[in-house]
């Protein structure tokens, strides 16, 4: 009888582990590019649209609509017919909707339309991402290694925006964003060929046709207790509920429910009113062109490496919630320091660890979600998180747009998003796990 989680946390890391790291961070690499594209697509469209500031913002939040929809709806789907169908679905349809944007959107009414449906697509991936890539970490990195994949394709996902918008935009249009977006259709074919289902959620449904092939590349050495022939694949864990959001409120998961949810809706109202507006203010700030998108890049690097710092912190210190806290108070200084001077080197200084800790500690935050709850409702409980988190995404970039309009100027903008981070950093200390961690 062979436990398929003691095997996948009990493997030494390998040469198949990093390639399913790379493979997920090839696929959120297009939800953290086009999470941010549209911050870059303001500049162009304000004038010849006649855009008011607060629709400026519609034009970064309206995808935010399509990445709730389909946050909420990944759960469902992943945790009852598994991670790589969503993911493929996802995939394809990002990539229809990007292309579409590019081609057809002459618009503000038909680009927001578009964002809403590409992001349908693009919303199933970070929360599936995050859930795959902890169901094959080892136990011993379970923070660390699952956060590598996903985290740095994220990363990598907003600064190829921010390059794309410096160097590409200028010389071929704004919709050059887009055509580089529907490059996920290339990665959507890989991945039918090279992308397994998950091991533990075909092991909790007794799905064993290929988990010895798939544990004999995590743990070579124990190929051939995988592959005797009277070899059995058990799961420990239920499949009572699978899929069930009645269970995220029961009294096991609620007070962690409850937290994650609101820190999530806080912390994604001060990222995207930052990255959405950064490039924007900025060059009100007297910065250049280049500087000012150059940002967003900056915004991207530093929070790659927060959510490792975090991840490391959270593995060496046994710290979870705390580390949360303390993260997402250091990014309510870093941009409360911003609303009260403004200076070159300061703007970098602080837009970087407004990056580090803004973006590190919500990374942190979507696998320590994974973490706490099982695996019949891992990706539901991910899901629904994020997708509640985008209301304060979507919230985030109009609100600031309608403030921007009302005091014109940048302080009440940075003073707005330090007050949320503030909030998250507290919310986020309620939270526990579920039931006793796997780390």
């Given at each position: 009888?062979?436990?398929?989680?003691?095997?996948?946390?009990?493997?030494?890391?390998?040469?198949?582990?990093?390639?399913?790291?790379?493979?997920?961070?090839?696929?959120?690499?297009f939800?953290?590019?086009?999470?941010?594209n549209?911050?870059?697509?303001?500049?162009?469209?304000?004038?010849?649209w006649?855009?008011?500031?607060?629709?400026?913002?519609?034009?970064?939040?309206?995808?935010?609509?399509?990445?709730?929809?389909?946050?909420?709806?990944?759960?469902?789907?992943?945790?009852?017919?598994?991670?790589?169908?969503?993911?493929?679905?996802?995939?394809?349809?990002a990539?229809?909707?990007?292309?579409?944007t590019?081609?057809?959107?002459?618009?503000?009414?038909?680009f927001?339309?578009?964002r809403i449906?590409?992001?349908?697509?693009?919303?199933?991936?970070l929360?599936?991402?995050?859930?795959?890539?902890?169901?094959?970490?080892?136990?011993?990195?379970?923070?660390?290694?699952?956060?590598?994949?996903?985290?740095?394709?994220?990363?990598?996902?907003g600064?190829?925006?921010?390059?794309?918008?410096?160097?590409?935009?200028?010389?071929?249009?704004?919709?050059?964003?887009?055509?580089?977006?529907?490059?996920?259709?290339?990665?959507?074919?890989?991945?039918?060929?090279a992308?397994?289902?998950?091991?533990?959620?075909?092991?909790?449904?007794?799905?064993t046709?290929?988990?010895?092939?798939?544990?004999?590349?995590?743990h070579?050495?124990?190929?051939?207790?995988?592959?005797?022939?009277?070899?059995?694949?058990?799961?420990?864990?239920s499949?009572?509920?699978?899929?069930?959001?009645?269970?995220?409120?029961?009294?096991?998961?609620?007070?962690?429910?409850?937290?994650?949810?609101?820190a999530?809706?806080?912390?994604?109202?001060?990222?995207?009113?930052?990255?959405?507006w950064?490039?924007?203010?900025?060059?009100?700030r007297?910065?250049?062109?280049?500087?000012?998108?150059?940002?967003?890049?900056?915004?991207?690097?530093?929070?790659?490496?927060?959510?490792?710092?975090?991840?490391?912190?959270?593995d060496?210190?046994?710290?979870?919630?705390?580390?949360?806290?303390?993260?997402w108070?250091?990014?309510?200084?870093?941009?409360?320091?911003?609303?009260?001077a403004?200076?070159?080197v300061?703007?970098?200084?602080?837009?970087?660890?407004?990056?580090?800790?803004?973006?590190?500690?919500?990374g942190?935050?979507?696998?320590?979600?994974?973490?706490?709850?099982?695996?019949?409702v891992?990706?539901?409980?991910?899901?629904?998180?994020?997708?509640?988190?985008?209301?304060?995404?979507i919230?985030?970039?109009?609100?600031?747009?309608?403030?921007?309009?009302t005091?014109?100027?940048?302080?009440?903008?940075?003073?707005?998003?330090?007050?949320?981070?503030?909030?998250?950093?507290?919310?986020?200390l309620?939270?526990?796990?579920?039931?006793?961690?796997?780390?």
């Amino acid at each position: 009888m062979i436990d398929v989680r003691q095997e996948i946390e009990n493997a030494p890391i390998g040469s198949y582990h990093w390639f399913l790291a790379l493979l997920i961070g090839l696929i959120v690499f297009f939800d953290g590019y086009d999470s941010f594209n549209a911050s870059y697509v303001i500049h162009y469209v304000t004038k010849p649209w006649h855009l008011l500031p607060g629709q400026s913002g519609l034009l970064v939040s309206s995808s935010m609509i399509g990445f709730m929809i389909g946050a909420f709806a990944q759960g469902k789907l992943s945790d009852r017919y598994g991670r790589r169908i969503a993911i493929l679905a996802a995939l394809w349809t990002a990539s229809i909707f990007s292309f579409a944007t590019a081609v057809l959107a002459h618009s503000f009414v038909v680009f927001c339309i578009l964002r809403i449906l590409t992001g349908i697509g693009l919303g199933v991936l970070l929360p599936l991402g995050v859930t795959y890539m902890n169901e094959f970490a080892p136990k011993h990195l379970k923070h660390t290694f699952s956060t590598w994949g996903w985290t740095l394709g994220f990363a990598a996902g907003g600064i190829v925006a921010s390059l794309v918008g410096i160097f590409l935009t200028p010389v071929f249009g704004w919709q050059s964003l887009f055509y580089v977006a529907s490059l996920a259709a290339v990665l959507a074919i890989v991945c039918h060929v090279a992308l397994p289902e998950s091991l533990q959620f075909s092991a909790m449904l007794g799905r064993t046709k290929g988990i010895a092939s798939v544990l004999s590349r995590l743990h070579p050495l124990r190929s051939p207790h995988y592959n005797a022939p009277d070899a059995q694949f058990v799961f420990p864990e239920s499949k009572d509920h699978m899929a069930s959001v009645s269970l995220l409120f029961s009294r096991r998961y609620r007070r962690t429910t409850v937290a994650v949810w609101l820190a999530e809706f806080f912390v994604l109202f001060g990222i995207y009113s930052l990255t959405g507006w950064v490039p924007t203010v900025m060059m009100q700030r007297g910065e250049t062109f280049a500087a000012s998108f150059g940002f967003g890049a900056l915004i991207q690097f530093m929070g790659f490496l927060g959510v490792l710092a975090c991840g490391y912190v959270a593995d060496r210190y046994r710290m979870g919630s705390g580390a949360l806290a303390i993260w997402w108070i250091g990014g309510s200084v870093a941009v409360g320091v911003l609303a009260l001077a403004n200076y070159h080197v300061l703007n970098l200084v602080c837009i970087g660890g407004a990056g580090f800790c803004m973006l590190g500690g919500q990374g942190a935050l979507n696998n320590f979600s994974a973490t706490w709850y099982d695996t019949e409702v891992r990706g539901t409980a991910v899901g629904m998180m994020l997708g509640f988190g985008r209301f304060g995404g979507i919230l985030g970039p109009w609100a600031v747009g309608i403030l921007q309009q009302t005091t014109h100027e940048s302080a009440s903008l940075f003073a707005a998003i330090g007050v949320a981070m503030l909030i998250a950093g507290c919310t986020a200390l309620f939270a526990r796990p579920g039931f006793t961690p796997q780390v």
